[in-house]
C-alpha cells in the first residue's frame, strides 16, 4: 500500500502525533532536532513529555571521522523507568519494537 511506513519506521504507523523537523548543515556537520506533539496518551512519546533539555557532551570525546550517532538523553533515569513500567502495555510494545 503506499505511503505505509515499514520496517524500523512501521511503529510510527499509528501514532497520534505530530512532528516536526528541523535540520542545520555546513560542510562539516548536520544537525537534526524537532519537535513532537503527542495526542494519544498511552502513547511512548509520552514517557518524554515532562522532559527538559539536556546538554549533551559526546561530541567531546567522538573521533573527528564519526559519520553519525544517536543519542537519547534521560534527565532522570529512575523516574523515567518507573513512568515506563507503570506505563500501558501497549506503550511498553511500541517501546521495545523501537529499540529492539
Keep these: 500500500m503506499p505511503g505505509k511506513l515499514s520496517g524500523e519506521l512501521s511503529v510510527l504507523e499509528d501514532c497520534d502525533a505530530f512532528a516536526s523537523l528541523v535540520y542545520n548543515f555546513s560542510k562539516e556537520k548536520i544537525l537534526?532536532?524537532?519537535?513532537?506533539?503527542?495526542?494519544?496518551p498511552n502513547d511512548y512519546f509520552e514517557l518524554f513529555s515532562n522532559s527538559n533539555a539536556q546538554k549533551i557532551n559526546i561530541t567531546n570525546i567522538l573521533p573527528e571521522n564519526t559519520a553519525n550517532y544517536t543519542v537519547f538523553a534521560i534527565e532522570n533515569y529512575l523516574d523515567w523507568k518507573k513512568s515506563y513500567k507503570t506505563g500501558s502495555l501497549l506503550r511498553r510494545n511500541l517501546i521495545e519494537q523501537v529499540v529492539s
Excluded: A, E
Aim: glycine share 12%.
Design 32 to 40: 537534526l532536532t524537532g519537535v513532537t506533539q503527542n495526542n494519544d
